[in-house]
T-cell receptor, first 115, second 112 residues
Framework: DTGVSQDPRHKITKRGQNVTFRCDPI?????LYWYRQTLGQGPEFLTY????????KSRLLSDRFSAERPKGSFSTLEIQRTEQGDSAMYLC?????????????FGPGTRLTVL | AQSVTQLGSHVSVSEGALVLLRCNYS??????LFWYVQYPNQGLQLLLK??????LVKGINGFEAEFKKSETSFHLTKPSAHMSDAAEYFC??????????FGAGTRLTVKP
């Protein structure tokens, strides 16, 4: 299967710990997006990359959140000093940028639980 | 700023009945509109998208949606519900694809 993959699928951590999630996009896709989804809500955009450049990061929730895509392929999302309010599903999506709009394909998500 | 409103957080239909999930959008520029479906513990799967080519958009699994500019709506329909359609459905709007805004979702229940 060549869809978007995310690892881990589930993460349980204690408040104050750092966590890192990985996303592997569809291989030919040059754009990669991160979203957060809380219970009963739609996904909330966090940040996105075109190749290795992070073109939008103002919507990251706080300075505890950071993302990288060092070689323009996989990406990581790190949350430092986790808080209980960070508990959510973190979704990754990728797309192939073309003229007009491109379709985002989503991974299965990483469910984070902060105790 | 663009946004979507999904009317009805929960819709219940009988198997074989019409499915109608409502979405209204707000956008200052011509929008791109999307419907995604999410099954439990899974990511989102694209059902269909509107990109101004045609106002009636056909998607996967028998779903379709009609873009109505005068009503700022993009409602999702399916003539006959199947048990496998039970899921969460999200409407989304974007005008540059860098800022996709999702609605809060509508949970569809299909009764036998």
């Amino acid at each position: 299967d060549t869809g978007v993959s995310q690892d881990p699928r589930h993460k349980i951590t204690k408040r104050g710990q750092n966590v890192t999630f990985r996303c592997d996009p569809i291989s030919e896709h040059n754009r990669l997006y991160w979203y957060r989804q809380t219970l009963g809500q739609g996904p909330e955009f966090l940040t996105y990359f075109q190749n290795e450049a992070q073109l939008e990061k103002s919507r990251l929730l706080s300075d505890r959140f950071s993302a990288e895509r060092p070689k323009g392929s996989f990406s990581t999302l790190e949350i430092q000093r986790t808080e209980q309010g960070d508990s959510a599903m973190y979704l990754c999506a990728s797309s192939l940028a073309l003229a007009g709009t491109d379709t985002q394909y989503f991974g299965p998500g990483t469910r984070l639980t902060v105790l | 700023a663009q946004s979507v409103t999904q009317l009805g957080s929960h819709v219940s239909v009988s198997e074989g009945a019409l499915v109608l999930l409502r979405c209204n959008y707000s956008s200052s520029v011509p929008p791109y509109l999307f419907w995604y479906v999410q099954y439990p513990n899974q990511g989102l799967q694209l059902l269909l998208k509107y990109t101004s080519a045609a106002t009636l958009v056909k998607g996967i699994n028998g779903f379709e949606a009609e873009f109505k500019k005068s009503e700022t709506s993009f409602h999702l329909t399916k003539p006959s519900a199947h048990m496998s359609d039970a899921a969460e459905y999200f409407c989304a709007v974007s005008h540059n694809n860098n800022d996709m805004r999702f609605g809060a979702g509508t949970r569809l229940t299909v009764k036998p």
